[in-house]
C-alpha cells in the first residue's frame, strides 16, 4: 500500500514539476577543469531501472545544462560528479541559489577527487549553512528501498565509510552529497566497472530512493 501510493504521487509531480510528460536526469555542466560530462549511461540505466520497477514515465535519455545558463530552471532534478575541480562564478552560484531556493533539487556524487572542491565551492552558493550529515532513520533510506545503513558503499575509494549529506532549505532536501561511496559508478554500464551484478542493483535501488524522495518530499 506504501509503494502504491508513492507511485500515485509521484506520477502527479512529475507531470507537474516538467514541461515534458516524463521525469528526466539533467547532469550539470560546470567549470574548474573535472570531468562532469563522465558515465553518460549512468542516469539512462537509473531511469530504465525505474521505468521497470516502478509506475514512473520516464524519458531515459542523457541531458545535460550548463550552471552558466538559466535554461537550469526548466530540470527539477540536477546530477553532478567528477573527480577533479569545480569552479562557480559569483552569477553562477546565485543562479544556482535562486534555483534550489525555487524548488531545484542538485544531487551530488563524489566520483573521487571531487570533495575538497565541491565543499568549498557550495559554501559559494549557502554561505550560511552547513552540509549536515543525515541520520540512517532519514526518510531517503527507506522511502521504497531499504537501507538501514544510509547511503551504500559502492566503490572503495579511501576505504572511508560511505555518507550522505544535506543541505536543506525549509526543512526541504536541496541538496543532497555522498561521499565515499559513490552510487552514479553503480550505475553505469557493467562493463565500465566491472561491479558485480549484486552491488550495481544496490546502486540502482538507491538512485531510486533518491529520485522518490526529491520528488515528493
Known amino acids: ?5 508513492l507511485l500515485i504521487i509521484l506520477i502527479s509531480v512529475c507531470g507537474l514539476s516538467q514541461q515534458k510528460d516524463a521525469f528526466q536526469i539533467t547532469r550539470l555542466e560546470y567549470n574548474g577543469g573535472s570531468d562532469w560530462y563522465n558515465g553518460q549511461s549512468e542516469e539512462v540505466n537509473l ?6 520497477n516502478t509506475n514512473i514515465k520516464v524519458n531515459p535519455e542523457y541531458s545535460f545544462v550548463s550552471i552558466s545558463s538559466d535554461d537550469i530552471f526548466a530540470h527539477p532534478f540536477l546530477f553532478m560528479t567528477g573527480h577533479g575541480n569545480i569552479n562557480f562564478s559569483n552569477e553562477e552560484a546565485q543562479r544556482l541559489r535562486k534555483y534550489l531556493d525555487n524548488g531545484g533539487f542538485l544531487y551530488v556524487d563524489d566520483d573521487y577527487g571531487l570533495d575538497k572542491a565541491f565543499r568549498r565551492e557550495i559554501k559559494k552558493v549557502f ?21 538501514p545503513n544510509g547511503v551504500p558503499k559502492i566503490h572503495k ?22 561521499y565515499e561511496s559513490n552510487p552514479s559508478d553503480g550505475w553505469d554500464d557493467q562493463s565500465v566497472h566491472n561491479d558485480p551484478q549484486w552491488k550495481r542493483i544496490e546502486a540502482l535501488k538507491f538512485g531510486t530512493n533518491l529520485v522518490i524522495w526529491a520528488l515528493t518530499q
Not at 531511469?47 to 521497470?52: E, M, P, R, S, T
Not at 554561505?127 to 531499504?146: A, D, I, S
Open 127 to 147: 554561505p550560511n549553512k552547513e552540509m549536515k550529515e543525515l541520520p540512517f532513520n532519514y526518510g531517503l533510506y527507506n522511502v521504497f528501498y531499504q537501507f
Open 1 to 5: 500500500m506504501k509503494k502504491t501510493l
Open 157 to 178: 575509494h579511501n576505504g572511508k565509510p560511505p555518507q550522505g549529506f544535506g543541505i536543506f532549505i525549509n526543512k526541504r532536501l536541496a541538496v543532497y552529497y555522498t
Open 47 to 52: 531511469l530504465n531501472f525505474i521505468k521497470a
